[in-house]
């Protein structure tokens, strides 16, 4: 039996998402563009899929797209600004998801768009004063790009301070929330956004499937060229499957939200202290004050087997990772551990959670850990 601590990377379905997208598969096999009875179910069944998702963020149905995750919905908040909203200068920060700052580098090379980095803390948190000194006094048409809650170790930024500083300097702002929808409460009407982007896979829904928020004020063209769906923003027979479990996936996790955020907390720190009661010179990164409560990341010394750690686990039947699955198997290191300065020699791990892990789990852990890195010697 394998443990799962890996549910930053993706989130198993559970038996109710799988149930809602069963019909689907089986019955409901229509065309939502097309007119007749088969395809208009289905259309029924995608837009009562789309209300709900609205209902869970405040928004109206009208701002809620469906695309195929989270890397392609930041994508289009990105190059959709600069193309149709004028923007012409991007800041952002070094820890961002590698599709969020990848597609700003793209930006800056083929459509000369300034890209300002603001720096961050040393728990990984831009600094909004400086946010707030680029923002102030500066005609430039700017698009705020800033994740809510860091996937690698945890960081949540001040969203709605970001939010008031571009409101109140005319600002666009984006935010990948990708690991946040789902584990915090957001509504669009309190917390005014520009674009906001999500995956059903963080949320124990299908892979490739999301959505995008698009705030009613930014009219912006089609990202993808083709049929008239999604309201002509996005070409392409809608993942239908995909969305309804989405929905039910996103309904789940937000009717059970304090439930699941109470257990999952409360397994975060149970592993935490297990840690620090087997382990010396631990560093754990990210602010560990008002965290990512599904991700504990922490750094282990130097050691004979330091550099094998995340093999080693896995051969141990422990999946974890050492930070973006996205950036498994990369020779170069973690952008964002880097960003932290941390000391040399040092190895981290990301353990991420779910309402579906235990403290039996991180029990059969810390027992592996300790057969592969020194542990504390008691007397």
């Not at 004028?86 to 990848?102: D, F, N, Q, T």
């Not at 990948?176 to 915090?184: A, E, W």
């Not at 996790?253 to 631990?282: C, P, T, V």
Request: proline share 4%; with cysteine; hydrophobic share 40%.
């Amino acid at each position: 039996m394998r443990i799962y601590f890996d549910n930053a990377a993706t989130t198993p379905m559970t038996k109710e998402v799988v149930d809602a997208m069963l019909p689907f598969m089986y019955e409901f096999h229509g065309n939502p563009s097309s007119i007749h009875g088969d395809g208009r179910k289905v259309r029924t069944a995608l837009e009562k899929a789309r209300k709900t998702i609205a209902n869970c963020l405040g928004a109206s149905i009208g701002e809620i797209f469906f695309t195929s995750g989270g890397t392609e919905s930041n994508n289009m908040a990105l190059k959709c600004a600069v193309r149709d909203l004028g923007v012409k200068r991007i800041i952002s920060s070094p820890v961002e998801h590698h599709c969020v700052s990848h597609t700003i580098e793209s930006l800056a090379r083929d459509n000369g768009i300034e890209v300002v980095n603001l720096h961050v803390d040393e728990m990984g948190c831009p600094k909004y004063a400086e946010l707030e000194a680029l923002l102030t006094d500066n005609d430039t048409p700017t698009l705020v790009s800033l994740m809510h809650a860091n996937n690698e170790i945890g960081t949540l930024l001040n969203l709605q301070k970001v939010a008031d500083l571009c409101e109140a300097h005319g600002a666009y702002l984006h935010s990948d929330t990708v690991q946040s929808v789902g584990h915090f409460d957001i509504d669009v009407n309190d917390t005014r956004i520009s674009f906001l982007s999500a995956g059903a896979h963080k949320f124990h829904g299908p892979k490739g499937v999301g959505f995008i928020y698009i705030n009613n004020d930014n009219i912006i063209k089609p990202f993808i060229d083709g049929g008239a769906q999604e309201r002509n923003m996005r070409g392409g027979t809608e993942n239908v499957i995909g969305i309804i479990g989405m929905a039910r996936a996103l309904e789940s996790a937000y009717e059970n939200l304090e439930g699941w955020k109470n257990h999952i907390s409360a397994l975060r720190q149970y592993m935490k202290d297990r840690l620090m009661e087997n382990f010396d010179n631990l560093i754990f990164n990210g602010c560990q004050a008002h965290p990512l409560y599904t991700v504990l990341s922490v750094s282990f010394p130097p050691s004979p087997k330091g550099d094998m750690l995340l093999m080693l686990l896995d051969m141990a039947g422990i999946s974890c990772s050492g930070g973006s699955a996205c950036s498994s198997g990369a020779a170069q290191g973690s952008h964002v551990i880097a960003a932290l300065n941390q000391p040399a020699g040092y190895n981290t791990v990301r353990f991420s959670f779910s309402h579906l892990n235990t403290k039996e789990e991180v029990d059969a852990v810390i027992e592996k850990l300790k057969a592969i890195i020194p542990a504390r010697v008691t007397a």
